[in-house]
């Protein structure tokens, strides 16, 4: 199952053409969720917009794969992981991140400028601790990581410098070093006047990928 | 803004007519989400459901709060995190968790169970390590929590024994001791076979609530 070799074989027009018709619909959901969370309608409008709700998942449930998303694979080896909870374009839970390699493409860095809303909330007008921890897992992981083989992560160690307000903010990792099949990466997250978490973690190889 | 002990003056008849409006439209929009994720129907099916998607957000948005939902009060004391990424009964992203303190409502537990389908993804069938770390960031915080004062994560370290696969799961902590303004606590998520991921963290109260 974990076997990331897998090749689904769809052209890259496929991929272009699978994104243009679901990633907006996932924009879309997002909106939803955004608009639930701070809505203040009476209850006769929830009631309207509920029924939309659930005629829209009536019909997208009509034809669905079984249980998750899953990775699929373009023949040109990228990956798709479009239900992934951070970087999935069809995850609508996900912000998503967009993840920056480099600098120059090169393995060992990652970065990412994103925005949290009100979904991310814990401390009010704070985003959640755990949500923190969950986006640094994510870019020190991708940091740690190499074309085709994503590094699960061992331990991680995050550590909260001062509350993380909702808004703009910036994600940065780099690996510090390898031993084996262990790679050692540190990373934080920023607002606009400086870092608010920083982490540091080690990645595993996955068995499968020890060639 | 953290200041907790603000109350806004709902009676419990308030509270449990708010949550029979919003809760309900708050589980069909996590219904949709699943099914954004793994719908497979063509573009023009799509494009029918996102219409009526579209049309739900402006209904909610013809009234709605400023950023995110924030923290309300009840008269009686309770605190009502509706919008918050873990547990809030507003939040479509959030499982959501729902906490057991105890035994016998004594501080110092926190246990849930809970379900994670294709929106909590990493790895293929599996939950995202990050999403496992943002859980136990809540559940160990929960544990060392009191009444009216939620703790705030120090530093959390979380080990990953072996992936954790979606769908039911137990997350479990405790608190092992006190020093002075810090609170520790350790505790984990399993699946049906046992613990899959475990964690430790140091929490801070918060300045106003040292009395």
């Known amino acids: 199952m974990l076997d990331y070799t897998h090749v689904d074989?769809?052209?890259?027009?496929?991929?272009?053409?699978?994104?243009?018709?679901?990633e907006p619909l996932t924009g879309s959901v997002r909106e939803l969720i955004d608009a639930t969370i701070r809505t203040e309608v009476d209850a006769d409008v929830v009631a309207a917009a509920k029924a939309e709700i659930d005629s829209a998942t009536a019909r997208l449930r009509a034809a669905q794969k079984d249980l998750s998303f899953g990775i699929q694979f373009g023949a040109d080896g990228d990956s798709m992981p479009w239900g992934n909870a951070v970087i999935g374009v069809r995850n609508p839970t996900a912000p998503p991140l967009v993840i920056r390699k480099g600098p120059h493409g090169q393995e060992g860095t990652a970065s990412s400028d994103f925005y949290l809303g009100a979904a991310f909330e814990g401390p009010p007008g704070h985003v959640h601790g755990g949500v923190s921890a969950k986006i640094l897992d994510h870019v020190l992981g991708d940091a740690a990581s190499k074309p085709g083989v994503h590094r699960l992560t061992g331990t991680i160690t995050v550590?909260?410098?001062?509350?993380?307000?909702?808004?703009?903010?910036?994600?940065?990792?780099?690996?510090?070093?390898?031993?084996?099949?262990?790679?050692?990466?540190?990373?934080?997250?920023?607002?606009?006047?400086?870092?608010?978490?920083e982490a540091e973690a080690v990645f595993i190889e996955p068995k499968w990928a020890r060639s």
Chains 1, 2 share one sequence.
Do not use: M, S, W
């Open 9 to 22: 074989g769809l052209t890259a027009a496929d991929v272009a053409r699978l994104r243009a018709v679901y």
């Open 159 to 197: 550590r909260y410098r001062r509350l993380t307000p909702l808004g703009r903010l910036h994600a940065e990792a780099r690996i510090t070093h390898t031993d084996g099949f262990k790679t050692y990466a540190v990373g934080h997250i920023a607002d606009g006047t400086g870092v608010t978490v």
